[in-house]
């Protein structure tokens, strides 16, 4: 029986995809992306949400309390013309094991009914561990790089990010090669978080064909 997403860790992507893997300090994150400035009124309100989080100490907290809160304020600042997924079904190819549930995925175009046109993966780092979350995270963004190229969208890198809600990691897909950053963002920086994840997004959309 073929994997589904949640099952491939990092030993098995290079073998079942045939891509290379390499770590690099510099691999998403360049001294030329800049915090974004966030009102002080959201960064309490997330400070507070990730405090009750880490209490309850539950991915699903995690996730419900500080992923969701992050992504659904970067839409807001894109004024809605992006669009994120959270626990969808997102089976890209079955017959290679790209199938399942995906924790988060961000798409560059703002129909929130389905998917279209996805640029991010993001994955929920299992027992609090970031490298247990990385397999999941690199398969998903091979099926996002299949599913665009089959819908005449080759947008030219994916990116994935794996966060245990307090420590986020960046990853990037460029054709058969991926890149793991080796410096991880912590929380308490969540205006480089912004930022990485806006210059992502800014540099992206014009692949994207609507």
């Not at 960064?43 to 992504?71: G, M």
């Not at 995906?102 to 929920?124: A, G, H």
Request: charged share 25%; net charge neutral.
């Amino acid at each position: 029986m073929k994997k589904s997403y949640e099952q491939y860790k990092i030993n098995d992507i290079e073998e079942a995809f045939g891509v290379s893997i390499a770590s690099s300090l510099h691999c998403v994150i360049t001294d030329s992306i800049k915090p974004y400035q966030l009102s002080d009124t959201f960064k309490e309100e997330l400070l507070s949400k990730a405090r009750l989080a880490f209490a309850i100490d539950t991915e699903k907290a995690r996730s419900e309390l500080i992923v969701t809160t992050i992504l659904f304020e970067l839409r807001k600042i894109l004024r809605e013309q992006i669009s994120f997924f959270s626990g969808i079904t997102f089976d890209v190819d079955a017959s290679k094991g790209l199938k399942g549930r995906c924790d988060f995925l961000i798409s560059l175009n703002p129909e929130q009914m389905f998917v279209r046109s996805p640029i991010i993966s993001l994955v929920e780092a299992k027992n609090d561990n970031i490298k247990n979350g990385l397999g999941q995270c690199i398969a998903e963004m091979i099926a996002a790089q299949i599913f665009n190229e089959r819908k005449g969208n080759p947008i030219p890198t994916i990116f994935g990010v794996v966060t245990t809600g307090a420590n986020w990691s960046f990853l990037k897909l460029t054709g058969k090669k991926v890149c793991i950053e080796i410096t991880e963002i912590q929380l308490e920086s969540v205006e480089l978080i912004f930022g990485v994840l806006m210059d992502i997004i800014q540099q992206n959309q014009k692949f994207v064909k609507h």
